[in-house]
């Protein structure tokens, strides 16, 4: 995989790559905190401009990078009340 960009947003570094040659349209996205991937995800992006990444791309990458950090935050919010509700038991 060949990383495109990475930012920081929530205490996170969201870092994007470039599809493989055999899913042209699938961008794969790592959420990382502390050096460690703490989320994976996919995304189906295609790139029609013959002049490759436009604005259009990047601005739905981004999207997809600020969902996934949703996504991470809401996974990590769900564990901590099933360990909430475990300790109360």
Do not use: C, Q
Not at 50 to 67: I, K, N, P, Q, S
């Amino acid at each position: 995989m060949e990383l495109i960009g990475s930012y920081h947003s929530s205490g996170f570094t969201v870092e994007a790559y470039f599809p493989e040659a055999d899913a042209p349209a699938t961008w794969t996205i790592w959420v990382v905190r502390d050096g460690k991937v703490v989320g994976e995800f996919t995304t189906w992006i295609v790139v029609d401009s013959v002049y490759g990444m436009d604005h259009r791309v990047m601005v739905l990458l981004e999207a997809a990078a600020e969902a996934a950090i949703e996504d991470v935050l809401r996974m990590e919010a769900y564990r901590e009340f099933k360990d909430e509700l475990a300790n109360a038991a």
